[in-house]
């Protein structure tokens, strides 16, 4: 959304394409920011999300402030920002290896998640052709799983869910598949509604449960399935580890970036989003497509 008002903006101010694409990022950034209060984040993420690999640098002032003006007016209206209280183990050989191997397991979860979010968007369809009739099938049957699964907990955002997982070190083993199950329904039969949000649930909650087997406080292991899950899904890296230190202060914030890397490199080439597109390798100091002009 936030894209598309920036976008439109700029063919209204009669912009080139180039600096349309600059308005764009200042949309996405303005947007994300107003909603989790991670101004810097918002700003690399807009600037990685499109191109893997590649940061259009020449739009970061302009989508830093506005996502510095958007995080104000949302503090102004009583937007409060996304932030948890987390302790992390310190910092050892141990813990190191702990939470590298929690970190591919998020990898995995990520993988997963793309994976089934494309297979549904492409074989629903097929099933049931009429956009009018997929929807409302598919409004059913999120209704009657809702009410299966729990009303209420795997449905809207889910913060609450998120906080008691990172800050009570509380969530159901099924939350994860549960959640990722209605997000990937809801958006195949055509409804809309973000990706993120659910990312940080999915990695949160399975982080939580899976933590804890591997040795790891479920607080500290909440936190590391959030970003990785994210980084995992979304193949932003540097975006995601900003993400760390704004979300949770700094805690822990080797361990996080470590953690990020590792999802990164092994959750392949999948995404969240099938426009995106991979011009750098994840493992090799290489160029996967070359250059293009845009």
């Given at each position: 959304m936030g894209g598309s008002i920036g976008w439109n903006?700029?063919?209204?101010?009669?912009?080139?394409?180039?600096d349309c694409r600059t308005a764009t990022v200042c949309g996405m950034a303005a947007f994300f920011s107003a909603l989790f209060g991670t101004p810097l984040t918002a700003t690399l993420f807009a600037m990685m999300v499109v191109d893997?690999?590649?940061?259009?640098?020449?739009?970061?002032?302009?989508g830093f402030l506005a996502a510095l003006i958007a995080y104000s007016i949302s503090l102004k209206a009583g937007v409060a920002p996304t932030r948890?209280?987390?302790?992390?183990?310190p910092l050892d050989a141990r813990t190191v290896v702990r939470t590298a191997v929690l970190a591919m397991c998020c990898a995995v979860v990520a993988v997963i998640f793309c994976q089934m979010l494309h297979f549904f968007e492409h074989e629903i369809p097929k099933l049931l052709p009429n956009p009018w009739v997929r929807a409302a099938a598919g409004g059913a049957a999120v209704v009657a799983l809702s009410y299966l699964m729990g009303v209420g907990r795997y449905n809207g955002a889910g913060m609450d869910v998120i906080m008691d997982a990172v800050e009570l070190e509380q969530?159901?083993?099924?939350?994860?598949v549960c959640k990722m199950v209605l997000t990937v329904l809801t958006l195949s039969v055509g409804f809309k509604g973000g990706e993120v949000v659910p990312s940080f649930y999915i990695g949160a909650t399975f982080g939580c449960v899976v933590g804890p087997l591997l040795g790891l406080p479920a607080g500290f292991s909440a936190a590391v399935g959030l970003v990785c899950v994210f980084c995992g899904a979304t193949n932003t890296l540097v975006a995601s580890i900003v993400l760390a230190a704004e979300l949770f202060s700094g805690a822990g914030f080797e361990l996080m970036a470590l953690a990020c890397g590792l999802s990164y490199m092994f959750s392949g080439y999948h995404s969240l989003y099938s426009s995106?597109?991979?011009?750098?390798?994840?493992?090799?100091?290489e160029f996967l497509q070359p250059k293009e002009e845009k």
């Open positions: 903006i700029g063919r209204v101010l009669h912009f080139n394409n180039h893997v690999g590649l940061m259009l640098t020449v739009a970061f002032v302009p948890f209280v987390m302790e992390a183990p969530a159901l083993p099924w939350d994860f995106q597109g991979f011009r750098t390798s994840k493992l090799f100091s």
